[in-house]
């Protein structure tokens, strides 16, 4: 009896292994094609002669020819792919356009605007910069009375047509790019404490709940966190771009483009008062004002930018955020002759990349 149940297990073990066998050498028929917003394919499938629209799954012998969408580029040039035995040979990827300026244009493709959402309206609290598709930086001192479990109170419109305006506005004044993002949470660096600590730590993350469409009008500031890189673009007598409403800020504020030059931490101190001397920390930068333009209230959290030119290609760099300045001649803006000072963005690299 044994001998013959021994038998029975030595089969039924040869026909797993002899079944597991032939599972494993099946060849798989088709290739799945992810979706991503980045990526847009073509195909040419086997029993054609020319390149159509792909599906979810494409069959072995497949040819697709891969483009970046709009707002999103390769560094290099992306080579075809091709289904084998269920795997592609190659999968495309594509990286968000950053810091190009459109020409003429009146504001940056990275600005956008921070509101607090109230029954009829949505009333402006800060500018905003946009470094991924669902993350923006603005500075600390605009949400000190809400931290993270507030967040749901506010919204991010990109490309935003007023500082103030009513719900029923949005449709009908909105451009063709202009798009509202629901907060899911801020950040804010634990240390930020106020004006109790002069300000350091003055930066806030926000993550939207739904992300930003990128194109041609619409992409995130360049982000370089290189020391001699910011160094180089943190000269005295370099520029740098600030979205700014005028003055008053309120529903008929127009936005514009203003520029900074960059002011070094030693002249900065000298041209202070001795009463904000202090507010001048280590995590700051100074840029100044001249007899064009003036900075006015509602406009802190917005970025300054530097521009770098490669291979006849002009980028803009984050540098910097609105964050404080000594007091004016008025209670509405600064004047022309004192300087605002900015987060400088590479103090505060892990923060940052540690909250994307």
Known sequence: MYPVVLKLILWLVFVVFLVAGEKHTVK??????????????TCKRPDSDSFEDCGDSEPVGTVVQPQCREGYYSPSALPLMQCHEGVWDFIATCIPECGIVPANAKT????????????????????GTIITNNVVVSAAHCFETTRTHN???????????????????????????????????????????????????DIALLTLQTP???????MPACLDFQQDFDKYQLTAGNVGTVPVWSSPVTENSVLSLHEYPYIPSETCLDMAPPTFQGYITGDKFCAGLDNRTMIHRGNSGSGLTFPSTERL?????????????PEGS???????????????????????KSNL
């Not at 798989?28 to 394919?41: A, G, I, M, N, Q």
């Not at 930003?212 to 619409?218: K, N, T």
């Not at 290609?313 to 300045?325: A, E, N, P, Q, W």
Request: glycine share 4%.
């Open 28 to 41: 798989k028929t088709v290739c799945k094609l992810e979706t991503y917003r980045s990526v847009k394919y």
């Open 108 to 127: 940056v493709p990275w600005y956008s605007y921070i509101y607090e959402e109230l029954p009829m309206e949505y009333r402006g609290r800060c500018g």
């Open 151 to 201: 967040a749901l109170d506010y919204a991010v419109v990109v490309q935003p047509f007023s500082p103030t305006f009513a719900k029923k506005d949005l449709a009908a004044k909105g451009n063709l790019y202009t798009s509202i993002h629901r907060v899911q949470k801020i950040d804010i660096p634990v240390p930020y404490k106020g004006e109790l600590t002069n300000y350091q730590y």
């Open 212 to 218: 930003v469409v990128f194109s041609a009008g619409i």
């Open 313 to 325: 290609l002009t980028r803009h760099y984050l540098r910097g955020i609105v964050s404080i300045s």
């Open 330 to 352: 008025t209670e509405q803006y600064w004047t022309p002759k004192d300087f605002v000072t900015f987060t400088r963005i590479t103090s505060f690299e892990h923060f940052i």
